[in-house]
Structure formats: C-alpha cells, structure tokens
C-alpha cells in the first residue's frame, strides 16, 4: 500500500529534517510513499480541496494565518480517518488533540526514535479502518468503516449507529452489534457504545464528543473510560 503522508510547518528546515525522517522510516520499512510538503496552512487546504486523500499529516501548530490546529479541525469535519500528529515546541496545545482526533502529539526537537513508532501506529490504525461493518436497515444493507462510527444507542429492539455525517437504524440488540466492533469502542452505559477517537471531553456525568454531542456514563464508568482513552492515546 502506497502512504501519501503531509508535512505543514513554516520553518523550511524543520519541513526538510521532518521530510528526512519520513522517508528513512518508509525506506526501512519498506513501505511506498508520496510525501507533500508545504509552508502554510492555506496551501496544504488548497491542494486537499483537490484531492482529499492524505493518509497522515504531521502538522506545526503555531503558524501564520491558519494554525495548525485549526487546519486539523478542517480536515476532520469531512475526513475520520487521516492520521493526525503534532508536532511542537509547547505543551499547552495538548488538550487541543483531542478537539480532533490527534494521532499522537510530540514535542520538539523531534528524532526517529520518537517519530517512527507513532508513524508505525498510524499505518497500523489505517489498516484497521478497513474494517467495515455492514448495517441493514428497513431501506437498504450499508458497508460502514469502523472508524467512521462515533456512537450506537440502544432504543427498545433497534441500534441507532451514528456517524458524523448521518445514522443509521438497525434491528439487533446492542450485544448483538458490539460483536462486530474492536478495541476502540467501549460501552460506556447500558445502552449506548462509544468510539474512543471521538471523545472530546469526560466527566462523571457524561462524556462530550469532537461534534457537541453528549453520551451518559454508568455510574462507577469514569474511571474504566478515562484508563481507556489513556491507553488508546
């Protein structure tokens, strides 16, 4: 599989070694890559708009114009699946990485012994999204990925499976559907399986979601969820 991997960072030599460290990781690897570097925010957008099929990006956050974070936000409205990872000289953003999904978040100066394994998670995650679950509902059976799905909710004999962009209803029981999920799901209440690339925020009283949403948690779950999106992190 080919890998179409961006650079975005207005420091040329920074793009250069970052670019260096990329393609001594495919090579070693031996993996396929296009790798697409640009100085602004506002170029990396123009050349999406065209084709929206960027497999990684590892972003600067401070930037002229469009920051890095706001460029991720961007990208993430329309695409679930691009493999997000910052890369910065200030930890405050942090907790901004979960407003989009991040990948990961490292700090500079950056070294392949950091970077490599979080490219090695990235191409394991997109051969993961692959997974697709197929959802009949009462007008037509839908080829889902996995990782498109932010949240099902349990009403009565039906599943409702949300994406960011539409759902879908479906008769089967949750146990039923959660056969069909991996690792980066977790029921969370009686009745509701959330995504865990999709939290934005917990608390003891519920959980908020990258789109506003917001989904109950069983009394006694904090503490289950918060190790998961550790551990998922």
């Keep these: ?5 961006g650079i975005c960072d207005d420091d040329a030599a920074q793009r250069e070694y970052l670019g260096e460290l990329v393609l001594a990781w495919a090579k070693k690897m031996r993996h396929l890559t296009e790798l697409k570097q640009y100085a602004k925010a506002e170029d990396f957008l123009f050349d999406y708009s065209e084709e929206k099929d960027f497999d ?7 930037m002229p114009g469009i920051s890095g974070i706001e460029l991720a936000r961007r990208v993430r409205r329309e695409n679930g699946a691009v493999q997000i990872v910052f ?3 200030y930890y405050e953003y942090f907790s901004d990485g979960f407003d989009v999904s991040a990948l990961h978040y490292l700090i500079k100066p950056v070294d392949g012994g950091k970077l490599n394994p979080v490219l090695d998670r990235a191409v394991g ?11 009949a509902t009462a007008e037509e059976t839908v080829k889902v990925p996995l990782a498109d799905i932010t949240y099902a909710e349990a009403q009565n004999v039906y599943v409702h499976v949300h994406t960011l962009r539409e759902s879908f209803r479906v008769r089967m029981t949750l146990g039923k559907f959660m056969e069909q999920l991996d690792e980066t799901f977790l029921k969370v209440h009686r ?5 865990l ?4 925020r ?3 009283t519920g ?27």
């Design 1 to 5: 599989m080919k890998y179409k991997i």
């Design 56 to 62: 990684i990006l590892l972003l600067d956050i401070e």
């Design 87 to 89: 890369i910065t000289g």
């Design 125 to 135: 995650n997109l051969a993961g999204r692959q997974r697709c679950v197929l959802l």
């Design 191 to 195: 009745s509701y399986v959330v995504g």
């Design 197 to 200: 690339k999709y939290i934005k």
């Design 202 to 204: 917990v608390s003891r």
């Design 207 to 233: 959980i908020c979601l990258v789109n506003g949403e917001r989904i109950p948690v069983s009394r006694g779950m904090y503490d289950a969820v918060h190790a998961a999106l550790i551990k998922y992190l």
